[in-house]
Each structure stands twice: as C-alpha cells, then as structure tokens.
C-alpha cells in the first residue's frame, strides 16, 4: 500500500502506552468512572461509559435513566472481574419540549463498596432536513409532477422518517 500511511501504528501503540501507564502508576484503591456526553441528541445512539478498577469484591453494576417521568434500566449485571470498562449503548425518544434533561443514575454495590453517580444530560431533539427533489425543473400544464423526498439529520445521514402530507405550491 501507500507508504505515506506507516507511521500511524506506531503512533496508536505510543498513545496507549501512556494512558495505561498513567493508570498503573496510581492507587490500588477501587476507582470508578463514568463517562457521559453532556448533550444528547434524540433519536441516535448515545451511550454511557463505565470503568471500574482495581476492585476487590464482586459487585452490582447498574445503570438508570430517568427521563420524561420514567425510569429505564440501562444495565443490571455483576461483575467480578478486577478491572471493567464497559459501555452501554441507548437511546432516547423525541423530547415533548424542545430541550429537556435526563439524568444518569450509575450505581456500583458490593458486600463493602458503594459507588453512585448522578448526572444530568441536556437532550436536544434532533433537526431532520427535509429536501424534495422534482424530475424537472419547469413543467407545462397537464405535466405529471414526479418528486421523492429525503430527509436528513444534522450530521447527514438519511433519517427514516414518515413525511405525512406534501402540499403542492404554484
Ligand atoms: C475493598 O476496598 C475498600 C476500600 O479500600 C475497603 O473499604 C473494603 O473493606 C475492601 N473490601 C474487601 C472485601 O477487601
Ligand atoms: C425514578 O428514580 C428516581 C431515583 O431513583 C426516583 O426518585 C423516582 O421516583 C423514580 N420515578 C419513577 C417514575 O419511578
């Protein structure tokens, strides 16, 4: 292949090196993290990041998400390894208002360890773009009118997405 793109392994294994490093060079204690976007765009898929380390006990890892006056379990397992990381995908309806807030409830429960987290998430309904496209550009009277439409979310990947009526204009 192209020679110009050898350097990037090398780059990838010096990166990583350093993350574990600096990990291992901490505490023994049991640490936790919880890694969460800060906005949330309905409709994708979005999720929500844990890392546990240097545990010393089997212990519960749940998730919640309360949004819109609901509760809904993201995750419910034990985990008895040492070290976890662990990412839990989902996503979230249209918002009834235009921006809402969801918070994330983590909660990591052994014999001897609590652990529990409470975010919240700004949620930010998704903006569809709605394009139509017409076989021509002029047509004469009697003319039939051949047009499809697509929509597209913000980052332009087609939306499936039900378009109830198109009016025509003259
Ligand atoms: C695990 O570690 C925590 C914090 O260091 C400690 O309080 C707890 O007693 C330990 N549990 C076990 C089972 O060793
Ligand atoms: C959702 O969970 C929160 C915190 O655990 C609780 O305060 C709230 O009452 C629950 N709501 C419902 C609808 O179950």
Known sequence: MRKDRLPTKPIIVLLLFVIFSGNSSSTTEPQYMVLLPFLISTGTQEKVCVQLSHLNESVTLSATLEYQGENRSLIDDVVSKKDVFTCIPFSLPKAKSQSQVAFITVLVKGATLEFRSRKSV????????????????????????????????????????????AVPFR
């Open 122 to 165: 700004l949620v930010k309904n998704s903006e569809s773009l709605v394009f139509v496209q017409t076989d021509k550009p002029i047509y004469k009277p009697g003319q039939t009118v051949q047009f499809r439409i697509v929509s597209l979310d913000e980052n332009f990947h087609p939306v499936n997405e039900m378009v109830s009526m």
